[in-house]
């Protein structure tokens, strides 16, 4: 009950704020699934592309998984989605040490104003050496964005970037118009 009003709610503030997100290089925080609890840390690698380790501890077994996710955006670039593969190590009370792969499919909101993320996944495993051969777990994430992406400065030059205008002009191609001009001018 609780996840699918979290999820309802992530779609209603991702509508209301579909205005440009104030984009991300790190962000770490916790993770809460339902016999689980765990931390988390997210590094952007490219433009939609992170990488996400994630530590959790339960009753029986603790263990860390890492994962390789591919975002998408569903309204603007504060909410989207994301899918992901990985693997993961740990230790289970009775067995020792299992091992295993994990996919994962969630939702990601970056809170308007505030350096905070909210997501909710579904992240089935599939385990070697574990009493579950296959366990599916859904969870909630909250993190704090550690270190922020910078923002491209927007030029005043209402063509395009100044600097893109020397560029042009550097790499050798002539502008429209330079027939006008000398050849000694160059």
């Known amino acids: 009950m609780f996840r699918r009003l979290f999820l309802i709610g992530c779609l209603l503030c991702g509508i209301s704020f579909a205005s440009e997100a104030q984009k991300y290089r790190t962000a770490a925080g916790a993770r809460i699934e339902s016999d689980r609890f765990g931390l988390t840390l997210q590094q952007k690698l490219h433009d939609r592309g992170t990488i996400e380790a994630i530590a959790t501890v339960g009753s029986r077994d603790y263990s860390l998984t890492g ?6 955006p569903l309204l603007g670039e504060r909410f989207n989605y994301y899918l992901g593969a990985g693997a993961h190590v740990g230790n289970l009370k009775d067995r020792g040490v299992f091992t295993g792969g994990d996919v994962i499919l969630g939702v990601e909101y970056k809170v308007n104003g505030l350096p905070f993320l909210l997501s909710a996944d579904v992240k089935p495993a599939f385990h070697i050496n574990h009493d ?37 002009k550097q790499n050798g191609k002539p502008g429209i118009f330079d027939i006008f001009k000398d050849k000694g001018d160059n």
């Open 67 to 72: 994962l390789y996710e591919r975002h998408f």
């Open 132 to 168: 579950d051969w296959i366990q599916l777990s859904s969870g909630i994430s909250i993190r704090y964005v550690l270190i922020k992406e910078k923002k491209e400065k927007k030029g005043l030059w209402p063509f395009g970037k100044q600097d893109d205008k020397k560029k042009k």
